[in-house]
């Protein structure tokens, strides 16, 4: 009888373990470092709805597609890098190795733990230098500011522009748009750089500056209300000509801040391609939020489906989901949407907005 008990309890405990050890192997976690407050909040938030989206579409999917269980761990960056790193550290506490992170001061931050730590970074941003060195462990599933820098380029050469004034954010990212301006536009105008804070609260020396030149057209390269305030304090103040934004404009609050003003205004968006399970989200937003999903909601969307898609098969080991990923991305997307140094890369146009 002894015998039979020992030989019981020593099953229930290999029926233990190797259930855990399943459950743990089907699980996918992944950590989302989102700016969901600071001046990028309502694009974080935006980029939240849509990796939620992208949970709850694949968890309902999975004997269909046979995939594992995805758990998505979200964090606040703040808009900042120093907060970012905490919460990437308490991530990486909960046993975390596949992230995905907005803004590009956030992910440069994060760039050196990628092989300190080994793990699988979506770094969804804009700065080139994210995969200027390119790492196999390392993806972009965003625009860049050089694609945003040369979509705005080509509208104005359509046009007979002399000078242009561009108010730069001075980060990063601004930094990046502002030399890929430089080298296409500097032989053929004259372009004068302002840079300004990110905490700037009054805009008015500012855009006195940019029109002491008298430009034909003024180009603000920015982040969150500061776009907005720019472009309000330009017309306040009379200027007539073309005002261009960067993709900030529209993803982060911008255009709202713009307020009337708003009308006329060049800017850069995204279109982001539409998958099968991508018209599920379209829908599903529609009817949640009562308006059509907006282009990074569906960007992180796709994001997470193909961090999902390319776990297929593997053991969630960072590694094995990157080098699935060209496939993935391949399956998908098409052949000339993945370039060789990790960057997804939706297209860009110029539109000019109707201020409805």
Known sequence: MTK?????????????????????????KIGAILPLAGPAAQMGQEMQRGQ???????????DTYKIPKVELLIEDSKSSPK????????????????????????????????????????ADAAHPAITQKPNP????????????????????????????????????????????????????????DIAFDANTSDYRPLALKAQQVKPDTVIIVGIGKSIGMLIQTLR?????????????????????AAGNARRGVYFTKMRVPVTEAGKWAEKEYEKRFGKQIPAEALLEFNSISLIVLASVDTKMIALEISHNMRNT????????????????LPDMEVLIDDGN
């Open 236 to 256: 306040t103040q009379g200027f007539k000509g073309d005002i261009y934004a960067n993709i900030g404009y529209l993803l982060t609050g911008g255009r709202e």
């Open 4 to 28: 039979l008990i020992r030989f019981l309890a020593c099953l229930i405990l290999i029926f233990f373990v190797t259930g855990c050890s399943k459950d743990k192997t089907d699980s996918l």
């Open 52 to 62: 939620l989206l992208a949970k709850e579409y694949w968890n309902n999917n999975r």
């Open 83 to 122: 907060d970012a790193l905490s919460s990437y550290m308490k991530l990486r506490a909960q046993d975390v190795k596949i992230f995905t992170a907005n803004l590009s001061s956030v992910c440069l931050a994060l760039l050196p733990k990628v092989d300190e730590d080994n793990i699988l970074l979506f």
């Open 329 to 344: 991305v391949i399956k998908l997307f098409g052949e000339d949407r993945l370039n060789a140094k990790g960057d997804i």
């Open 137 to 192: 462990k390392v993806f972009r599933n965003s625009s860049t500011s050089e694609l945003e820098a040369q979509e705005i380029s080509k509208s104005l050469l359509k046009k007979d522009i002399k000078k242009i004034s561009v108010l730069y954010i001075n980060d990063e990212y601004g930094i990046a748009f502002l030399k890929e301006l430089h080298r296409i536009l500097e032989s053929k105008t004259t372009i004068i």
